[in-house]
């Protein structure tokens, strides 16, 4: 299909990785459980956008440049673990009843936060430009129409993905909200995987 080999193997290793928790999926839920479906939705946008800007830049060869100037991709690094850094604190120092987002609640703020935290992960780059060669027919490969049907593929798995995790976080935020505790809990797990994910990032 479009010099994708195995199409649906393809489809399916999307949704692997999808399922692996990471950042980003933080993001959404916390998201979600702040500003409803909408604002998960957002965060979805951001996600998606963010992932298609990395996409195009390991098509367009920004590995190889990252590669050949390590200060850059230490920098890039270092900046994405901040910011993951910052958000877990944020969260961490929240108090019972208070919005422990570190962003107002409104779609747009979320949506650049999603943006922020995707965008900021330099070894996404280097994993689609490690990926997509697994999944190329180099007797069918069409070039762009290739990649543009990969990338496309990428986007509506992890709409359909998102979107259906922010349903069911909206379905359960209010039940977390009306126990204070087990919700300033889970923030601040939330918080403790953000700085973690951070620390892996510089680690890695």
Not at 128 to 148: E, K, N, S, V
Request: hydrophobic share 60%; glycine share 10%.
């Amino acid at each position: 299909m479009h010099g994708i080999a195995d199409f649906w193997a393809f489809c399916a290793a999307i949704v692997v990785f999808l399922a692996l928790p990471g950042p980003g999926t933080f993001a959404l839920l916390g998201a979600t459980s702040k500003g409803g479906f909408r604002a998960g939705a957002a965060a979805t946008f951001g996600l998606i956008l963010g992932d298609q800007i990395l996409l195009w830049l390991a098509v367009a060869g920004v590995a190889a440049v990252l590669a050949a100037h390590p200060a850059w991709f230490e920098a890039i690094r270092w900046a994405g673990a901040s910011y993951l850094g910052w958000i877990g604190w944020k969260l961490l120092r929240a108090r019972a009843g208070e919005t422990a987002s570190p962003v107002e609640i409104t779609p747009g703020r979320y949506l650049r936060q999603a943006l922020l935290i995707t965008v900021l992960n330099p070894k996404a780059i280097v994993f689609y430009m490690a990926f997509f060669p697994l999944f190329i027919d180099p007797a069918r490969h069409q070039g762009l129409p290739t990649y543009a049907a990969m990338a496309l593929t990428i986007a509506l798995i992890t709409a359909v993905w998102c979107l259906t995790l922010c349903a069911f976080a909206e379905r359960i935020a209010a039940r977390v909200r009306a126990h204070a505790r087990v919700g300033l809990a889970l923030q601040r797990l939330a918080g403790l995987c953000m700085i973690g994910f951070g620390l892996r990032l510089l680690r890695s």
